[in-house]
């Protein structure tokens, strides 16, 4: 008897490993992640709402490179000019990569660029659907232009940023702060909605 109970004590520890073994596999399969993995990140887009159910480590990563619209204002001044520009979102996210190609500047025929060489991008950044786009000091002062150039500077920055469809509207700062106008023709103080009447 001694020997068919040890055998029947070796069968059930048997049986409760791979009943554990089984167990703990399921769980890892049905956790998709890591606790770590699926900390929440801020939101940099809008969502769907399937995409929400999926862990954060296992949706698509966005592309290093990505193709999107800029706008320069056409050398008449009669409206801003779409122009497709493939930029890296390996160091920047897709909101600061389009504001630097913005600045970059363009030789397109028919176009101008508006916004002065020296002024310089501190961040972008993105919240519940107003991009908060803050620049140099040199954004203002050196703006030489009248209401159009004013007009058509904002547009381009405005217009740029509202291409993703989770931004609604702009609010542009200098050096981290409100300005009430860039040369005293528009008001930025509140956030700015799409200017589509620019685009041509």
């Known amino acids: 008897m001694k020997g068919r109970d040890a055998e029947m004590l070796m069968q059930s520890n048997y049986k409760k490993s791979v009943c554990a073994l089984t167990c703990a596999a399921f769980l890892t399969l049905a956790a998709g992640c890591s606790d770590e993995q699926r900390q929440p990140t801020a939101a940099s887009s809008v969502e769907s709402q399937s995409d929400k159910d999926v862990p954060e480590c296992c949706r698509p990563k966005e592309p290093k490179a990505l193709k999107v619209n800029v706008y320069y204002p056409k050398d008449d001044g009669m409206g801003l000019v779409a122009v497709t520009r493939t930029v890296n979102t390996e160091k920047d996210d897709k ?6 190609s913005l600045l970059t500047g363009t030789k397109e025929k028919g176009q101008t660029t508006v ?9 972008v950044k993105v919240q519940n659907g107003t991009a908060t786009v803050d620049f140099s ?17 904002v547009g381009s920055i405005v217009d740029t940023l509202t291409e993703f469809p989770e931004v609604q509207n702009v609010q542009i700062l200098i050096d981290g702060a409100k300005v009430e106008t860039l040369s005293g023709h528009m008001d ?8 589509s009447e620019l685009v041509k």
């Open 95 to 100: 909101y600061t990569a389009a504001m630097k």
């Open 115 to 123: 916004i002065p060489k020296k002024a310089k991008l501190h961040s």
């Open 137 to 153: 000091k040199e954004l203002q002062q050196n703006f030489s232009g009248g209401s159009t150039g004013e007009e058509m500077l």
């Open 188 to 195: 930025l103080s509140e956030p700015l909605a799409r200017m």
